[in-house]
Each structure stands twice: as structure tokens, then as C-alpha cells.
């Protein structure tokens, strides 16, 4: 094409239409000039075949012409005055940690290249709360906390000592945390961040919960946005992109996306031999984002005015990153001689300019007016999510000491050359005499600078980022909704997936917190034998529902509402985990306590998206996950993918997270009625999880016995002692989940054949258990002159006779997690190994964890402790059936 332009009359012809256009254009306006073209292209197609190529892009230029653009509404002099005072204390923040302490991190450049992103929102942008009440959510760029932090130090919201702290929060008055923490910093983070892909799916997912409380009711509609400022090499995680079509098609018109496209990661470019902006905006354009590109600077605007032939923007769309990179690092001479020496045309176009001032040509993201035209365009645009593509340069005024190099990242150390050029080219006001150490620096409360930026705020509504529990507690749940499943089922079978889906449809129907529960599923509800709730509460569906259901004639047809209760995810265990996080921080970020429930396959939970559920914990997140027909051996025939044998030993790793593995219905009831006063009327920074299983057994009456509410929640009590009076032998056996019955079976075959007496413990929490005898040894260990206190294990079975069995649907671990404070050695049953597609009995079987491989481990302790003979084991081997040689299940 490049050559056929330049015969004459090619060039005649096309400026004549180019002419033509112009005048459509300047007579019937952009809208009357797209229908012509789109009319040209039809015509172009039907009479000669012409096909114009497929493509989602638009030309590598601002998709916001400089003639549309708004005028830029504060002064420009000051807000780049208080830019380069937060670009100083970011940077001066990293330095003088590294200073302190060698290696202990930070990062520069990517705050460097995002200070003009930032600044625009926080000048005119971000509210705190608008003039209606909302306010916008905003989830910054983890690695950009530095700039967050010097920002928050010049509106006085974070004092010197802290920012001196940076990276060390064990000093003495605390620290700063590397990223966005809550957990850490709860006054002041809302959203961890900083594993990228989080933030984006998450902001979406807030998006969506935000329209899904308005309308249910919960919340007023008043306009405010969910923000999330992205890394463009972040992009490249799965999450970041997974969900973007929910966004489009729940048409979430209060989302942007701002990404900071850089054009690095960590180790260099992102897409070096290709442009990450072009592949972003087709991806999201195509998804049916609305997409807006900035990409150059003002200093361009008259170049691309007067390109009337398209060369340029030709040429700006033949560049690749990695090349344009090297620009960034270049000097004027090389960037002259290598983009614009291809053509004579573009070399005449730039004749004008010196090299320095092609140097420093500015890019669209480090342009305050073309990023405020961005936004602008973004918070007006209705129908569909915006994404925001700024060009920028990582490392953005560093000069030699990283701009644009692969080795930016990592930079955290300036020599006192490199801190003088800074500090000149910014304009800090401080002496060379000082720079050394890297001072902060702070004007006086009283000076233009810091007046403009708190006035700002003032009229934004406050402070951002910070993190308050808007929410007041709710009162604790009435007893009568969890009496029945006191009561047991009287011989009838249910499971505990059962118990726990009834439970849920009661809660549903409470008149206070009933319209509070958010039951979220990730198509799985059948499964569950969930669907009855379709009917009852319905499925929440922005639009209603715009078909005649096939099922409508039946009682529990699938029903879709606008105000539908259930979040039915379909297959996203990441998505559903990111609702559940919206809904279970809403106490915080909305003021609205919605309590959600979770329920998915257990083992796509912590397996699958174990770092969202870490998040959850950082954001001291509420609510109950609850992992369905959970157990290795208790979900016949579905194998190895599907047996989870192992959900409790990945709970364990996260330090606010209650887990249960309960075995009756009672014992659900006490731990979800508990669960709901700790996180909701007590408000502990706390969150649920709950093994359920889908083996119908029948349900017992709760103990009449003390502390048996107590010993549920603490982890274990004694469900069933041996009615066996005057036996020698003796035994204690724990028990949970589905597994408990083979413990019973167990009980009795122990009494009948071998005589021996046996205790049945129901072990709903091997994690609460070892948390306490650790905190115990802790106590003890550190106060050595007090009386020690006792791990609730060994309180409880002090006085228990005989030897410790235990069997668990889990790995071996779990119960061994405890072993130390059993008064005696404890033989662990669990399932390690792979699971298999089986019938129940063949996999317990196998995995050596029912009822005669329980007997058997007795009559091994026993006889470990000589209180039995070898020949009664040898016997008890052939009586009970057992293959010696079986294969071992943990490498077979
Ligand atoms: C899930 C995850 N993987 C890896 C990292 C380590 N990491 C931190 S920043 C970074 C590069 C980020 O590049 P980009 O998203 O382009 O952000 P920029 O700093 O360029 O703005 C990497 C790999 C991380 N924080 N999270
Ligand atoms: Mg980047």
C-alpha cells in the first residue's frame, strides 16, 4: 500500500475522497460520516466482493481527538507540582529503606510511571463520597504503594515516622506494609492487590455485586465507580481476563479499568516484538468493552493533525514495543533517524524540532490532559465497562538510573548523582548538601501545594485509600431456627449436605437477615440438591428473565429475577470466590452486612483458588465457604479429580479461617449459629469453612451432656462413651465427617469380638484444636514461672483410658496435627494417595479407613502396649477380612 500511495494519482484520488469526507464530516457530524462509511463498505461488498479485513483494533492514536478533547479543569502548574512532591517521598520512601537496611525491597519505577495516572484521579476523579452519598472502590497497583504512601504523607494522613518504616512494621510505632494489606493496615488498605490478577477479577465482581444490592434493594444507586488501576504485564494472568465478558454483558457501565501500559514487567518488555496496547484493546473491544486509548501526549497532537496522508500513524502502528522501548532510552538523533529516516515525508514532518525536543515528546499516560480526557469520557460513558490504555515510560524521570531499562524493576538504589538529577528535573526544594540521605520533604500545611490537594479532596469527599467498618452489628440469630436440628432425624436418613441446604432455606426466611444471606454457586446447585432454592429465593439476573423457562410448569423451575437472591456463577470456582469476597467485605466497603455462603466442590476450593481465599482472610472477609460432598472416600465413583482428601490440610495455612469437618446436623447448626454471632454481631475479623458430605445417614439427637456446644466449636467432645462397664481393654476413637460411622462400627465390633471398651470422640476441628495446643506451648514457653495452661486436647482426654485412634476422610496429617497432646501415641487412619471412581465401602477399603481397619488399628495399639497377644491380631487380620498385601494406597 506504502508503495501504491505514492503513484500521483493514487494520492489525487484518495485526497479527493479524504476531501469529501471532510465535508460530510463538517456538515452531518462523526455519527453522519460512520453511517456513510459502514454504507460504503456494504456497497463495497455486495457489487465487486470487496472484503475489508476483520480486525478489532483501531489505528495506534488516541482514541480521543485533541479537538474533542475537555479543557483540563484545575491548574496544571500546581497539580504538577504536588506530583513531582509525591514522586520525591515514593522514591525518597524506597531509597532510604535500602539505605537502612540493605534488601529490603520496594520498588520505584512503577509508581514513576503511573504518578500521572494517579494524581488526575485523585484531583478530580476518585470519591471518597460524592455528592449523593457514594463513593467510588478503588483497587491501586500493589507495586505502587509507595506512591499511595508518599501521597497520604503530604495530606498528613501518614506521619514521618511511619514512611521511615517503610517495609519494617515491627519497628517501634509500626511501619509501613510493602503492598495493600488490610489485614496489616485496616484503617487504610481495603483491597490486597498485589498477586496480580486479583485485583482485576475482583473489581469486576465488585461491580457486579454493587448492581446486584441496588436491585435487591440493599443499597441506593448514586453513581459511584469501581476503579482498578493494572500493570500491563499483570494483563497477562488468567484472572485478569477470565471475566471480562461478565462485565460486558452485565453491562457494567461502573467499572474502568485504567492500565498502566508501560510496556515492561519484571524481567523487560511485555510484549517486545508486539504492542500490548493493540492486543488489549482488541481483546476487551472485542469482549464489548468500551475502549479508550492514550497513547501520545500533547506535544503530538499538531503532527497528528497534520498527517493528512496517515503516514504517520502508519508508521506509530509498524513499531513494536521492544522497539519502542529502546526510543525511550535513546537520544533525540536515534529516535529521528530510526522512526522518522523510513520515509522523507516523516523526516520533513519533524524538521521543525531539536533532537532534545524529540527526546521529549510526551506520551499519553504521563499527559495530565489526555489522561483527564481519558477519565472523563470514562465516568460519562454509559453501557458497557471502560478500559483505559495510557502509554507511559516504567522508571518515568529516573533518567540513567532506570528509565525505560529492563533493569527498572529491581531499581531501588540511587547514587547521589542520579538523586540530584531527579530531585533537579522535579524541582524539589532540596539543598545538595542533604541529598545523600534522601530527605523527605513536605511543605507546610499552609502552602499552595498543600492547600490545592487537601481542597481537592475536600471537594472529592475525603481520603483514598482508606478502609472503615461502616456496617453496625446485627443482633444475634433466635435460637428456634437451629432447635430442629437439635433434635436429630429420628432413624430418617439426610445428609449433611442436606442439613446444611435446609438450614440455609431457614436462615433465608429470617425477616432480618434473610435478605442479607448471598448464596453463591458456581452451577452446582443440583448437585447440592440445592435447586428448591431456585424457586424460593430466585436467581439473580440483571435483566429478569427474558425466556419462558423449560422447566415453568414444574414446582422448582428455574427461575431468574431481577431481585433473585442466588448468585448463580456458572463454572467460575474464581468468579463465585470473588463474589463471595465482595459480599463478605460489604460490612466494610458498603456498610451492609451481607453474609455470604460459598458452595462449590471442595476440591475446587483451595486447591483451585487458594490465593483468592487467602485475600479473603487479608481482607478480613466474613461469610462461610462450604466445600460439598467433601471427603475422600464419602463421594462414591467420582475419582480422582473429584475426592478431596486434603481441603482441611490447606485450610490450616490460612490463620483466620475457622474449618469444620462436621459429622451431624446438630453440630452444623451450633457451629453456623456461632459463626454467624463471631463474624456479625461480634464482628471478629473471621471466616467459615465447612465440609459437608452427600452420604444420607441418620441424623442424631445432640448429647445431653455439658460442654458438648463448647467441645463442637472448640474441635472435639465426646459423642458416644462405651457403655462397656468393667472391660480391661480400652480405647478412644475420634471420628468426623461421613467417617464418624465407620468409628461407630468400629465401636461396636471392638466391645462385641474383642472386648474392649471404646470412646467415640467426634472431632469437628483438627485445625482448632492445633491452633490452641500451639498457643498453649507458646504461653508456657514464654512464661515459664506461671502455672501452664493445658491444650484443650489434653484437658479433655486426660483421664481417658487406653490407646488413640483416629480416623479421618483426610490426610493423615490432620489428625496428626494433635498427636502431641494426646496423652498417649495416637494411630492416625487418613487418605493420602489419589483418588479412585469406587463405591464407598471399596474406597474406605482401600484407603484403610473403616470400620475393621479402625479395629484393627485398636487391637495394634493394644497390642503395641503387650495388653494383647500377637495371635489375637493375626486372627483379628483373617476375621476382619483384610489383605496384608493390598497395595498401598498412598503411591498406588
Ligand atoms: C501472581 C504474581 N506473580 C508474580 C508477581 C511478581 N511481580 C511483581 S511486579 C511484577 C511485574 C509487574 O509488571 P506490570 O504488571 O507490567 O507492572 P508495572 O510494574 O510495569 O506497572 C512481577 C512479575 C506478583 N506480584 N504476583
Ligand atoms: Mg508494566
Given at each position: 500500500m506504502a508503495e501504491t500511495q505514492t503513484n500521483g494519482l493514487e494520492v489525487l484520488e484518495t485526497r479527493e475522497w479524504l476531501d469529501s469526507l471532510d465535508y460530510v464530516l463538517s456538515k452531518g457530524g462523526p455519527d453522519r460520516a460512520g453511517r456513510l462509511l459502514q454504507q460504503l463498505a456494504l456497497h463495497a461488498r455486495s457489487a465487486a466482493g470487496v472484503n475489508l479485513p476483520f480486525t478489532a483494533t483501531t489505528p495506534y492514536q488516541n482514541t480521543i481527538p485533541a479537538r474533542q478533547q475537555p479543557p483540563f479543569p484545575g491548574s496544571q502548574e500546581m497539580e504538577r507540582r504536588i506530583k513531582s512532591l509525591v514522586r520525591w517521598n515514593a522514591l525518597a520512601m524506597v531509597v532510604r529503606a535500602n539505605k537502612?537496611?540493605?534488601?529490603?525491597?520496594?520498588?520505584?519505577?512503577?509508581?514513576a510511571s503511573a504518578a500521572t495516572l494517579y494524581e488526575v484521579a485523585f484531583n478530580h476523579f476518585l470519591h471518597a463520597r460524592n455528592?449523593?452519598?457514594?463513593?467510588?472502590?478503588?483497587?491501586?497497583?500493589?507495586?505502587?504503594?509507595?506512591?499511595m504512601y508518599g501521597r497520604a504523607y503530604l495530606e498528613g494522613r501518614i506521619p514521618k515516622?511511619?514512611?521511615?518504616?517503610?517495609?519494617?512494621?515491627?519497628?517501634?510505632?509500626?511501619?509501613?506494609?510493602?503492598?495493600?494489606?488490610?489485614?496489616?493496615?485496616?484503617?487504610?488498605?481495603?483491597?490486597?492487590t498485589v498477586s496480580m490478577g486479583l485485583g482485576p477479577i475482583q473489581a469486576i465482581y465488585q461491580a457486579r455485586f454493587i448492581k446486584y444490592l441496588e436491585n435487591r434493594g440493599l443499597k441506593e444507586s448514586r453513581g459511584g465507580k469501581v476503579w482498578a488501576f493494572l500493570g500491563d504485564g499483570e494483563m497477562d494472568e488468567p484472572e485478569s481476563l477470565g471475566s471480562i465478558t461478565l462485565a460486558s454483558r452485565e453491562r457494567?457501565?461502573?467499572l474502568i479499568f485504567v492500565v498502566n501500559c508501560n510496556l515492561q514487567r519484571l524481567d523487560g518488555p511485555v510484549r517486545g516484538n508486539g504492542k500490548i496496547i493493540q492486543e488489549l484493546e482488541a481483546i476487551l473491544r472485542g469482549a464489548g468493552w468500551n475502549v479508550i486509548k492514550a497513547i501520545w501526549g500533547t506535544d503530538w497532537d499538531s503532527l497528528i493533525q497534520n498527517d493528512r496522508d496517515g503516514l504517520l500513524v502508519r508508521r506509530m502502528g509498524e513499531i513494536t514495543d521492544g522497539q519502542y522501548q529502546k526510543y525511550f532510552v535513546e537520544s533525540g538523533a536515534y529516535f529521528r533517524q530510526n522512526f522518522f529516516g523510513t520515509d522523507p515525508r516523516l523526516l520533513k514532518m519533524v524538521e521543525h524540532l531539536s533532537d532534545e525536543q524529540l527526546a521529549r515528546m510526551r506520551l499519553g499516560g504521563h499527559d495530565p490532559i489526555k489522561v483527564h480526557a481519558a477519565y472523563k469520557a470514562a465516568v460519562e460513558h454509559t453501557g458497557s465497562p471502560t478500559l483505559i490504555l495510557a502509554k507511559t515510560i516504567k522508571g518515568y524521570g529516573l533518567g540513567e538510573a532506570g528509565e525505560g531499562k529492563n533493569i527498572t524493576h529491581q531499581q531501588k538504589k540511587l547514587n547521589d548523582d542520579e538523586l540530584r538529577i531527579f530531585r533537579s528535573r522535579f524541582g524539589i526544594p532540596i539543598p545538595d548538601a542533604e541529598l545523600h540521605d534522601a530527605p523527605f520533604y513536605r511543605p507546610s500545611d499552609d502552602s499552595a501545594e498543600i492547600q490545592y490537594m487537601q481542597e481537592r479532596r475536600k471537594q472529592l469527599g475525603g481520603y483514598?485509600?482508606?478502609?472503615?467498618?461502616?456496617?453496625?452489628?446485627?443482633?444475634?440469630?433466635?435460637?428456634?431456627?437451629?432447635?430442629?436440628?437439635?433434635?436429630?432425624?429420628?432413624?430418617?436418613?439426610?445428609?449433611?449436605?442436606?442439613?446444611?441446604?435446609?438450614?440455609?432455606?431457614?436462615?433465608?426466611?429470617?425477616?432480618?437477615i434473610g435478605k442479607l444471606i448471598v448464596p453463591i454457586i458456581p452451577d452446582e446447585a443440583r448437585t447440592f440438591g440445592m435447586e428448591a432454592l431456585f424457586r424460593q429465593v430466585g436467581i439473580y439476573s440483571s435483566v429478569g428473565q427474558l425466556y419462558e423457562p423449560v422447566d415453568m410448569d414444574t414446582l422448582l423451575y428455574y427461575k431468574e429475577a431481577k431481585n433473585g437472591q442466588i448468585l448463580e456463577e456458572g463454572i467460575t470456582e474464581a468468579g463465585s470466590m470473588c463474589s463471595f469476597i465482595a459480599a463478605g467485605t460489604a460490612y466494610a466497603n458498603h456498610g451492609i452486612n451481607t453474609i455470604p455462603f460459598f458452595i462449590y466442590y471442595s476440591m475446587f476450593g483451595f486447591q483451585r483458588i487458594g490465593d483468592l481465599i487467602w485475600a479473603a482472610g487479608d481482607m478480613r472477609c466474613r461469610g462461610f465457604l462450604v466445600g460439598g460432598t467433601a471427603g475422600r472416600t464419602t463421594l462414591a465413583g467420582e475419582g480422582l479429580q473429584h475426592q478431596d482428601g486434603h481441603s482441611h490440610v490447606l485450610a490450616l495455612s490460612l490463620p483466620n479461617l475457622r474449618a469444620y469437618d462436621p459429622a451431624f446436623a446438630y453440630e452444623i447448626a451450633v457451629i453456623i449459629q456461632d459463626g454467624i454471632k463471631r463474624m456479625y454481631v461480634d464482628q471478629e475479623s473471621i471466616f467459615y469453612y465447612l465440609t459437608v458430605t452427600n452420604e444420607p445417614l441418620p441424623m442424631p439427637e445432640m448429647p445431653n451432656a455439658p460442654n458438648v456446644r463448647e467441645g463442637i466449636l472448640k474441635g472435639m467432645y465426646c459423642f458416644k462413651p462405651s457403655q462397656k462397664k468393667d472391660a480391661k481393654l480400652h480405647a478412644q476413637l475420634f471420628g468426623s465427617g461421613t467417617i464418624m460411622y465407620e468409628v461407630l462400627k468400629a465401636q461396636q465390633i471392638l466391645e462385641e469380638k474383642y472386648d474392649v471398651a471404646a470412646d467415640v470422640w467426634s472431632v469437628t476441628s483438627y485445625k482448632e484444636l492445633y491452633r490452641d495446643g500451639n498457643d498453649c506451648e507458646r504461653w508456657n514457653m514464654l512464661h515459664p514461672a506461671s502455672v501452664p495452661k493445658m491444650p484443650y486436647v489434653t484437658q479433655t482426654l486426660k483421664d481417658a483410658p487406653g490407646v488413640f485412634v483416629a480416623a479421618s476422610d483426610y490426610m493423615k496429617v490432620l489428625p496428626e496435627s494433635i498427636a502431641q497432646w494426646v496423652p498417649r501415641r495416637l494411630v492416625c487412619l487418613g487418605t493420602d494417595g489419589f483418588g479412585r471412581s469406587e463405591s464407598r465401602a471399596a474406597l474406605r477399603d482401600f484407603f484403610e479407613v473403616d470400620a475393621k481397619h479402625v479395629v484393627l488399628a485398636t487391637l495394634t495399639a493394644l497390642q503395641r502396649e503387650q495388653q494383647i497377644k500377637p495371635e489375637v491380631l493375626r486372627q483379628a487380620i483373617r476375621d476382619l477380612k483384610i489383605n496384608p498385601e493390598k497395595p498401598n494406597p498412598v503411591v498406588a
Open positions: 537502612i537496611q540493605e534488601g529490603i525491597g520496594g520498588h520505584i519505577s512503577t509508581y455528592e449523593s452519598g457514594d463513593r467510588d472502590i478503588v483497587y491501586f497497583q500493589g507495586h505502587a504503594a509507595p506512591g515516622q511511619k514512611l521511615e518504616n517503610f517495609r519494617r512494621e515491627l519497628q517501634p510505632g509500626g511501619g509501613l506494609s510493602s503492598y495493600p494489606h488490610p489485614w496489616l493496615m485496616p484503617d487504610f488498605w481495603e483491597f490486597p457494567l457501565d461502573n483514598l485509600p482508606e478502609r472503615k467498618v461502616r456496617a453496625t452489628p446485627l443482633k444475634a440469630l433466635p435460637e428456634s431456627h437451629f432447635e430442629e436440628f437439635y433434635k436429630g432425624t429420628d432413624g430418617r436418613e439426610a445428609s449433611t449436605t442436606m442439613v446444611f441446604v435446609r438450614l440455609l432455606s431457614k436462615l433465608l426466611r429470617d425477616p432480618e
